[in-house]
């Protein structure tokens, strides 16, 4: 199940009087809904009880932040303090309605970057950690990382390959930075699906 969830401080004065939580973790915790094959869309307004509740029950969430950005007036989520509580946190674009860019390259610059910003340390959301919020974490969100997010025996052959000949990829000393803060989608030369190339 998918729900946009935690997007704003109106969302609970929406739900009313037959709130069963103060929050919207709370509420859809005592409804019974939440479980590890629920997925979170955002939750910008979660909180620390919030937190332990999805991490507990291994509700994922789809954290889109470049949808953030453009719309504006959320609260910038900490997502660093929701991995460390164990939550899987897979990176989204959300729809073109929010996010004109569905480039996942820049989501992931973006992502690591405002984090950063925020938080006003460097060290936090590294490059590592966000590549595996864009594959493995975000398969084992939707339920599939016995199958895809990660190059291994018995998973789907699926690959993109990566022109870093480019300029803006010059000079090529890191994989990951290059990966997510300099390149972009236009730079994948190849795309392989389930051991299937396409492109």
């Known amino acids: 199940m998918h729900m946009h969830v935690a997007e704003s401080a109106l969302e609970m004065k ?8 103060e929050t919207s973790v709370q509420h859809l915790s005592a409804l019974g809904v939440l479980r590890s094959d629920f997925v979170i869309a955002h939750g910008l307004t979660i909180n620390d009880r919030d937190i332990e509740t999805l991490a507990g029950l291994g509700v994922g969430i789809a954290h889109c932040p470049q ?42 610059r973006f992502a690591s970057m405002a984090r950063k910003l925020f938080a006003r340390d460097g060290t936090v959301l590294p490059a590592r950690q966000v590549i595996r919020m864009a594959t493995r974490m975000a398969a084992d969100v939707i339920g599939l990382g016995n199958e895809i997010g990660s190059l291994e025996a018995g998973k789907k052959a699926d690959i993109i390959l990566v022109d870093c000949r480019k300029p803006h990829l010059r000079p090529f000393h890191n994989v990951p930075g290059h990966l997510v803060y300099s390149a972009n989608g236009a ?3 190849t795309v392989i699906v389930d051991g299937n190339i396409l492109m």
Request: no cysteine.
């Open 67 to 108: 949808a953030y950005g453009k719309v504006g007036g959320y609260p910038y989520p900490a997502v660093d303090k929701w991995i460390k509580a164990g939550i899987n946190v897979g990176l989204g674009t959300d729809g073109v309605a929010s996010n004109n860019n569905l480039d996942m390259f820049d989501e992931m």
């Open 14 to 21: 929406l739900v009313g009087k037959s709130a069963r939580g």
């Open 187 to 189: 730079d994948v030369d």
